[in-house]
């Protein structure tokens, strides 16, 4: 589907009511409000631990299939994880890797993964301050938990 600025996106949740259609709506407009603080975000979406496909927006000329990035993605997160247990730090609830003209970022969120892929001149992907963009991505990415946990809601009252 695209929306009005022509911009894909998939809600991947299977059939939607009302309800979680109105709340991926919703979901959308953080989607939106990501890109506002990091730059060019050519791809964004949500992952499922087991890596479900719950959300998706893509922006950029050539869409990213999320098939590809999985594998990488969950390796990157295990190797986090355990990096972060050896500096004896626990968890890593905040990943970024910036390279020449990019930034990959994936945050936790609930039980899932904000997972989204940010192009930019090499100047700017130098200088990005992503201390700063954390703590400006903090109300998104509690909005984006209470969203999902309704959507975790409908669903549940769905199935019962």
């Known amino acids: 589907r695209k929306?009005?600025?022509?911009m894909a996106y998939c809600f991947c949740c299977g059939s939607t009511t009302?309800?979680?259609?109105?709340?991926?709506?919703?979901?959308?407009?953080?989607?939106?409000?990501?890109?506002?603080?990091?730059?060019n975000v050519t791809f964004i979406c949500i992952l499922s631990r087991d890596g479900k496909v719950l959300?998706?927006?893509?922006?950029?000329?050539?869409?990213i299939k999320v098939a590809?990035?999985?594998?990488?993605?969950?390796?990157?997160?295990?190797a986090a994880i355990s990096f972060g247990?050896?500096?004896?730090?626990?968890?890593?609830?905040?990943?970024h890797i910036r390279g020449q003209n990019h930034i990959f970022s994936c945050y936790d969120v609930n039980?899932?993964?904000?997972?989204?892929?940010?192009?930019?001149?090499?100047a700017m992907a130098n200088s990005f301050n992503t201390t700063n963009a954390d703590s400006q991505m903090k109300p998104i990415i509690e909005d984006i938990k209470a969203l999902l946990s309704e959507l975790d809601?409908?669903?549940?009252?769905?199935?019962?």
């Open 111 to 122: 039980t899932k993964i904000l997972a989204f892929y940010s192009t930019m001149h090499k």
């Open 153 to 160: 809601d409908d669903y549940n009252d769905k199935r019962i």
């Open 18 to 39: 009302g309800g979680q259609a109105e709340i991926l709506e919703r979901l959308r407009e953080k989607f939106d409000s990501v890109a506002k603080i990091f730059s």
């Open 85 to 95: 247990g050896i500096l004896g730090c626990g968890g890593c609830p905040i990943l």
């Open 55 to 63: 959300a998706e927006k893509h922006t950029g000329e050539k869409p």
């Open 68 to 78: 590809e990035i999985l594998d990488p993605l969950v390796s990157l997160k295990k």
């Open 3 to 6: 929306n009005s600025a022509g």
